[in-house]
């Protein structure tokens, strides 16, 4: 495995005004004060991502989009597409969380046309993967996952920065987590089915653990091999806890 900095991504879902903003100015003058040792980016829901643009603006504070629609333009009442999300000041956009992939059918094949459209508007994909909990039981997780990143990440990935988030769905917004056993086992099923896809060296790009992660957990899960970082919802909403996290990427 290469070793590169870790990617702490945070997910706001549908939470967030334009008060939360104040957590993004606690967070950045933090990390003024002292850097982290990792990438930090942070996804907040369309409506934000202008202002929270301009917030960290001369910050190392990255932004990103949780969805974008494939299609460039049209007749969607209601989507963001990725130059939207581009125009308004992100550089990531996340594709493909369960939360979507459940509540709006998305398939992997749509997961993929987004990615493609992410990447020719000049956004970074964050591509989440994970398993249901009738899944792991069934001892189904890693081909569940291997099947997702082959089908959801398209070859256009080979030439231009992403990552995958693996995130067990029963582990999202539960506080139950995967042993670190099972997060390694499932990690490194996916590195090798990002090579088998993509070739090198798109296939060391880093792979992001999602799912019930807290400052108290973090620096356990974050020393996992093949871990590179971690996508995290509710502990990204309040800038103590997150830097709580962030503090213990190295
Ligand atoms: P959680 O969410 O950290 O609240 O479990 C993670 C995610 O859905 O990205």
Request: with cysteine.
């Amino acid at each position: 495995m290469k070793q590169s900095v870790k990617l702490i991504a945070g997910n706001w879902k549908m939470n967030g005004l334009a008060a939360s903003l104040a957590e993004v100015e606690t967070l950045k003058s933090r990390l003024a004060e002292e850097p982290a040792a990792c990438r930090v980016a942070l996804c907040p829901p369309a409506t934000l991502i202008h202002r929270l643009a301009q917030t960290v603006a001369h910050s190392a504070i990255e932004v990103g989009a949780q969805d974008c629609r494939a299609e460039t333009s049209g007749a969607f009442t209601g989507s963001v597409s990725a130059a939207m999300a581009r125009d308004a000041g992100a550089t990531l956009v996340i594709l493909g969380h369960s939360e979507r992939r459940q509540e709006f059918r998305e398939s992997d094949a749509l997961v993929a046309a987004k990615a493609v459209a992410a990447v020719e508007t000049g956004l970074s994909p964050i591509v989440c993967v994970g398993e249901t909990l009738a899944q792991r039981q069934a001892g189904q997780a890693v081909d569940v996952v291997r099947t997702q990143v082959m089908q959801s990440l398209p070859l256009v990935l080979a030439a231009t920065p992403f990552a995958v988030a693996y995130e067990p769905v029963w582990a999202i917004g539960t506080g139950l987590t995967p042993t670190l056993e099972q997060i390694e086992e499932v990690h490194r099923a996916v590195r090798a089915a990002m090579i088998e896809r993509l070739g090198l060296p798109a296939g060391w790009m880093p792979i992001l653990y999602g799912g019930s992660v807290k400052p108290d957990n973090a620096a356990e899960i974050l020393a996992v091999p093949e871990v590179g970082g971690a996508l995290v919802g509710g502990a990204s909403l309040i800038a103590a806890d997150f830097l709580g996290i962030i503090r213990r990427a190295s």
